[in-house]
């Protein structure tokens, strides 16, 4: 999974944002139920790179609505 950006994530229509939100938690909460299960991931720093974009998202959010108020 690509790394976002965040001048891509700006770039992004708030559809498109909440939707890749969406996906990203969805992602994390299958690695972690893997993890717990006792698998061993290919990628253990995905889960670190996740939840930062999934950061990054909120961020750009809680930036909108602050400047629309």
Known sequence: ???????DIRAMSPEERRRRLNELRAELMKLRAMVKAGGALENPSQIREIRRAIARLLTVENEERRRAK
Do not use: T
Not at 1 to 7: A, H, Q
């Open 1 to 7: 999974m690509p790394i976002l950006r965040m001048r």
